[in-house]
């Protein structure tokens, strides 16, 4: 399985922007698939995740601001990051859970996923 991070870049303060994660694997549909970001000097974090069913989960800091959505005909994931704020600026990876078996109660951790994409920077100016 492989994963193709996309559409990160420089932005300000408020504005959006509309990550892609393009996946191969006949298997698709079944993935959870995941956004986990990671900041300069800081730990990997959950963002977002979408399992199969179409379930969201959101981490606190950006519900409500942030929307997951997948096509499954064309294996692609999105991340839709609106008001986007200085400190969402970060690489961005999307990761599969290829099994789909994480829920809400364990898609927050990174050590379950299966394969990752390379990651795409944003980066949100005041």
Request: proline letters at 2%.
């Amino acid at each position: 399985v492989q994963l193709q991070a996309s559409g990160g870049g420089l932005v300000q303060a408020g504005d959006s922007l509309r990550l892609s994660c393009a996946a191969s694997g006949r298997t698709f549909s079944g993935y959870v698939i995941a956004w986990f970001r990671q900041a300069p000097g800081k730990e990997r974090e959950f963002v977002a995740g979408i399992s199969s069913s179409g379930g969201q989960y959101y981490a606190d800091s950006v519900k409500g601001r942030f929307t997951i959505s997948r096509d499954n005909a064309k294996n692609t994931v999105y991340l839709r990051m609106n008001s986007l704020k200085p400190e969402d600026t970060a690489v961005y990876y999307c990761a599969a859970d290829i099994y789909g078996v994480l829920d809400s109660d364990s898609a927050w951790n990174a050590d379950e996923y299966h394969y990752w994409g390379q990651g795409t920077q944003v980066t949100v100016s005041s």
